[in-house]
């Protein structure tokens, strides 16, 4: 089936596309053996729980359409995993895996200290690099 042209629909919320990415990075994380659990909302800053072998993780999960996914610097942590998902279109996604203490190098916070983004131009090295859970 060809996907040329197909988007993600304008009427899906932020939350709704947020759930979609839980749901999406789960999938991947399950598929790359890890056993994966969302939070679904009982944890103000981890969506998803995972553990492979004797390795534990909490993942933060920001799901976007082409725009930096904000993140507030009070909710930065340095032991958490950030995935950042970007639904390209319904079929494609990319996906951004970074250590909390390698994001908080190129994390920016607004002027007025309380909002802040994550820079999407700045997460090219960390496309795909699920090996980074490991270490």
């Not at 056993?35 to 999960?61: C, E, F, M, Y």
């Amino acid at each position: 089936m060809a996907t040329r042209g197909l988007r993600v629909s304008e009427s899906v919320q932020g939350g709704q596309l947020g759930l979609a990415g839980e749901y999406f990075v789960a999938g991947q994380l399950i598929l790359r053996g890890w056993a994966a659990a969302l939070t679904k909302g009982n944890s103000q800053d981890v969506d998803i729980l995972a553990r492979k072998g004797p390795r534990n993780i909490a993942v933060q999960v920001k799901a976007v359409r082409n725009n930096d996914p904000p993140l507030k610097p009070n909710r930065l942590h340095d032991d958490l995993t950030y995935i950042v998902v970007d639904v390209v279109n319904p079929d494609t996604q990319r996906y951004y895996v970074i250590p909390g203490h390698i994001l908080r190098q190129f994390h920016y916070s607004a002027p007025n200290g309380i909002d802040g983004r994550i820079p999407l131009k700045k997460c090219g090295d960390f496309e795909n690099r699920w090996d980074v859970l490991e270490a």
